[in-house]
């Protein structure tokens, strides 16, 4: 079965007033290995494309053939990329023309107060550079592609191969396609909000109606980045594949955080000593066992495919760290798994008689950073020494 491991995009929230370039959403062919890229071209071929048991047996007996369609693939992700941006730059430039929506900008100030974004667009300038340079790399690209495409194995129908390949890419490009059109979107609505903005000010208000209209702007662009939110988080949650992508704070859902913890963690629940790994989460808390339960429970049940797994008590190890709650004292030492023998490895192991210079260094850095008292340190280093012995 096919795992989505092979690359992992970046699931980054932009803007058409930032500078981070859409690629963080293009796959890279050229990192992975054969194998791993045979195993993706597959999981999306169809019946309907080429027959799929003939092309396994092609890709599988024939390492130049795969070597082969996997250049051709980089080359036409580079084409459709392209392709993509010369598309995006002529839609910014005939919305310049037909309806004058270049770049506008106004203080930082300004737009925080005001909730709106406060640059949007490029300069006529930039829009007619950008539109240039993709139309050359886009006829290179196409020369290239031509050109490799005239050294394709003889036994191999290349328009056949171009359908699979072309097919793979328009699904693996599609969080791009979505990108590029959300930037459209915001474009469009940034010049219209500060239209907006422009004319209510030339009205000239009395202060009391500014604040007023700040307050309601304020709040519907709180809405509006939840309801965005809301609707990563459900694609995010429903699909398994996103889950193998991205963990939850890659997602990057500062809105809905906010409000869990406010919801979730009251005033009467302090949380101190809060640290993340990837999946892992340690803190301490102010409250019962029972509440803390009660809290990490309802929290379980909020989707069947969110399952927690946690541990409370007054100790507890989190990574390689022992932390414990000494009569309101918090203190930490080196956390060491439950083993038989207080050794590197099993006496029963055929391994080399000596040890490396890097498990003492290695052990020792651990047990000064680890340990809060030097009473601690103490006893960890002779454990370590212990250890060491035990490995003559």
Known sequence: ????????????????????????????YST????????????????????????????????????????????MNKLNYYKLQQEQ?????????TEGIWNGRVSKAMAQMNSMCHTYGR???????RREKYQKQLEQTENELHEYMKQAPTHVDINQLTTIVTHFIHQDQY????????????????????????IFYKLEPRQTEIHSATVIWKATSAEQTLRSEIEIFKTWVSSRSSLAFYTYRDLGLTTINEILTQ????????????????????????QSEDKVKEI??????????????????????????????????????VYHKPSTESTVLSFLYDHPRHVFRNVIQTSLNRAIRYSSTFDIFNHERRAIRLMLLYNR
Request: hydrophobic content about 40%; glycine content about 2%.
């Open 175 to 198: 969080s791009l396609r979505i990108e590029m059109e959300r930037r459209r979107q915001m474009l469009k609505w940034n010049a219209e909000d500060h239209r907006l903005i422009e």
């Open 296 to 333: 990490l429970d309802a929290a379980n049940n909020f989707h069947p495919n969110i399952e927690l797994e946690y541990k409370i008590g007054k100790c507890a190890p989190f990574l390689d760290v022992y932390v414990e709650n000494n009569n309101g004292n918090f203190v930490s030492s």
């Open 123 to 129: 300069s006529k300038v930039i829009v007619n550079q």
């Open 32 to 75: 992975i290995s054969n194998a791993n890229f045979k195993d993706i071209l597959l999981a999306t071929v169809t019946t309907n494309d080429f027959p799929r048991n003939s092309f396994t047996e092609l890709l599988n007996n024939n390492e130049q053939i795969l070597t082969y369609t996997r250049q051709l693939t980089i080359l």
């Open 89 to 97: 730059w002529t839609y910014y430039y005939q919305l310049g023309i």
């Open 1 to 28: 079965m096919f795992q989505p491991y092979f690359m992992k995009k970046k699931c980054i929230p932009l803007d058409i007033g930032t500078n981070v370039d859409p690629t963080v959403f293009l796959s890279d």
């Open 263 to 286: 919801l979730v963690f009251d005033q009467q629940c302090v949380i101190t000593n809060l640290n993340k790994y990837i999946d892992d989460v340690f803190f301490t808390c102010n």
